[in-house]
């Protein structure tokens, strides 16, 4: 892939994914002129750029494997290069949106996303470069590995579709149905394929997460699409995704701002080991 690192660029870019801020966009230029006179630096940044957009889904996975941006990039590695590696691939993001053939809202849904990646570690968490995470999943939206119906998102996995769940809105059981039962002609449309099993790995399925739910809870009710396994320690999800936190030396700091934080908390305090859901989407509800 032949990298664009000029300043202009990199504002195109930003302008692409309506990041106004002056101070980001600095950021972004001062990131961007230390990995060119670095060639330390710049050399496995195009590595890493390389594999991000190779559309080889072993080569990315094995990025996965890394959560730590040094463990990737080097320990010389410079604030912001996360963000810029997710940056410089807008031009492929914009013409595999046209390639398939997204409507407005998909391309809204998409660019929406991708923003989301490049912003919420910085404005929200306060961190010096979005995390490898962030990173990582920016790029499937770029190269048009989800698309989002409703509620949830879908990943083509090309033997099976792999159903997400967006964090930050309430998960409605309605909302979640609708996306369901529409997804399929959205996958036919943009993938071109039928007949292909869903599947979910997510904390949403756990075991012991429902043991302490009251049975009309909409989490209880998504669990009831999917015949579920029991998989591997979720804690670190658990504490991404429910406490807005990466690590916890000890429970008792955790918010307990809703009535999940409360039982979830109270369940890590109890050292009970909450496990993933492992969950094949029941036929009938396809």
């Not at 739910?213 to 991404?240: A, H, P, V, Y």
Request: glycine share 4%; net charge positive.
């Amino acid at each position: 892939m032949i990298v664009d690192l000029s300043n202009k660029y990199i504002c195109d870019a930003l302008n692409f994914y309506e990041i106004y801020d002056i101070n980001y966009r600095s950021k972004c230029i001062s990131c961007i002129n230390k990995i060119k006179s670095n060639i330390k630096i710049y050399k496995k940044f195009i590595e890493v750029i390389n594999v991000l957009y190779s559309q080889n889904d072993v080569e990315i996975s094995t990025l996965w494997k890394y959560p730590n941006i040094e463990d990737v990039f080097g320990k010389e590695y410079c604030n912001f290069i996360t963000n810029v590696a997710l940056l410089v691939g807008f031009e492929r993001h914009e013409i595999n949106m046209r390639l398939k053939n997204f409507d407005d809202n998909q391309v809204l849904i998409h660019k929406k996303r991708v923003k989301e990646c490049l912003t919420n570690d910085v404005y929200n968490r306060s961190y010096n470069s979005i995390r490898m995470s962030q990173m990582l999943w920016g790029t499937y939206f770029i190269n048009i590995k989800l698309i989002e119906i409703g509620r949830l998102q879908y990943e083509y996995c090309k033997d099976y579709i792999k159903i997400h769940i967006p964090s930050g809105n309430k998960l409605d059981y309605m909302e979640v149905l609708n996306s369901i039962k529409l997804a399929n002609k959205s996958i036919q449309q943009y993938y071109n394929c039928t007949g292909l099993e869903y599947y979910c790995n997510s904390w949403l399925l756990s075991k012991q997460i429902k043991e302490v739910l009251n049975i009309d809870d909409n989490i209880i009710k998504f669990q009831s699409l999917f015949d579920i396994k029991e998989g591997e320690n979720c804690t670190r999800d658990i504490l991404n995704f429910v406490f807005n936190t990466l690590e916890c030396s000890d429970y008792n700091w955790l918010s307990e701002k809703t009535s999940l934080q409360k039982k979830i908390k109270q369940m890590l305090l109890n050292g009970i080991d909450i496990k993933l859901g492992l969950g094949k989407l029941c036929k009938f509800k396809i």
